[in-house]
């Protein structure tokens, strides 16, 4: 240990406890955050490839920070898993989103899935589907307008849980994605054991889709196994009309990114559906 220290030592460096404290600031001012309303919801839509339509809004979460700014759920979620506020925060998303799908289906747009990330602590709450039904009865969403968005980390934590939850979660009737398709582990046979509706594949696989024949043929191939399986497949981090055009070459269906549209706040997405733009 006292070989570790002095190795530590040598190490030092000043910015490091600038980090490490900034970090902790950002940690005390968390606990905070949900009761001073801090928190944000922003929705980005998910477009049909064929229709142009948009047939989902993910909901993702933003933190006002009163002197940081927006903070990124890159920086803060990652915090909140560990000291378990992840919890109360994402049950609040999911009933803001699912009041949110509510207040757009009573405005008489037609009506959309909103889809919700559950983190790995949130998900291994052995009470979560009836978590999930009490928010629906709350806000008085149908529960197929609910998406929630698993990963596959999550779900190789423990499969025999997950595979309860996840039939449980099925049972209520909500829709659900497996998302970041392809960063986890690579065993495939959980696929067909779960009750899956979609295959989110992960943007790294998309940011670098190019007329590259070695990453037309690992997408290509994912396509292909979610249609296999009967998923509806998401193509996630579309940014150019050149990653569109491959994609709807490749029977993807659904897509998300930055080329159709940024999370917009709630404000921002329903001027979205008043005037969507046909692509
Ligand atoms: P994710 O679930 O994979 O969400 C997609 C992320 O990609 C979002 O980042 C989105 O803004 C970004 N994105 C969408 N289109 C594009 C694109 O065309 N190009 C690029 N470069 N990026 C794009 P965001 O909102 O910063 O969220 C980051 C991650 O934080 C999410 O990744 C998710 O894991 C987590 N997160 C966000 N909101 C929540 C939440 O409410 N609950 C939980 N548990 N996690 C959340
Ligand atoms: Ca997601
Ligand atoms: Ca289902
Ligand atoms: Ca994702």
């Given amino acids: 240990a006292k070989e570790h220290g002095r190795n530590n030592y040598r190490f030092y460096k000043p910015e ?31 477009i049909h490839i064929n229709t142009g339509e948009i047939i989902g809004m993910e909901a993702l979460v933003r933190w006002r920070h009163p002197e940081l700014g927006l903070v990124s759920p890159g920086q803060f979620i990652p915090l909140a898993e560990e000291n378990g506020l992840i ?8 009933r803001t989103a699912c009041a949110q ?11 959309l899935r909103v889809a919700v990330n559950l983190s790995p602590r949130q998900f291994q709450q052995p009470n979560i589907a009836s978590r999930v039904a009490l ?14 968005e698993i990963t596959e980390t999550t779900i190789m934590q423990n499969l025999d849980f997950a595979s309860e939850m996840l039939r449980d979660l099925q049972t209520l009737g909500v829709y659900i994605s497996i998302d970041d398709f392809g960063t986890g582990y690579s065993s495939l046979g959980y696929l067909k054991k779960f009750p899956f509706d979609k295959l989110k594949i992960d943007q790294s696989f998309v940011r670098d889709l ?15 196994l979610g249609h296999g399986l009967n998923l509806k497949v998401v193509a996630e981090g ?8 491959l994609l709807r070459s490749l029977q993807s269906e659904e897509m998300q990114g930055y080329l159709f549209s940024q999370p917009l706040t709630a404000e921002d997405a329903t001027n979205l559906l008043h005037n969507p733009l046909i692509k």
């Fill in 16 to 46: 490091m406890n600038a980090q490490a404290s900034q970090l902790l600031a950002l940690e005390n001012r968390l606990h905070q955050a949900l009761e001073r309303r801090e928190f944000d919801v922003y929705y980005q839509p998910q």
């Fill in 87 to 94: 919890v109360p925060i994402g049950e609040w998303v999911l």
């Fill in 101 to 111: 799908n509510k207040a757009w289906q009573n405005a008489g747009f037609s009506p």
């Fill in 135 to 148: 928010a629906l009865e709350e806000t008085g969403l149908d529960p197929q307008y609910l998406e929630l």
């Fill in 210 to 224: 190019k007329d590259n024949p070695h990453d037309i043929a690992i997408i290509s191939a994912m396509i292909t």
């Fill in 238 to 245: 579309v940014e150019t009309r050149e990653q569109l055009e």
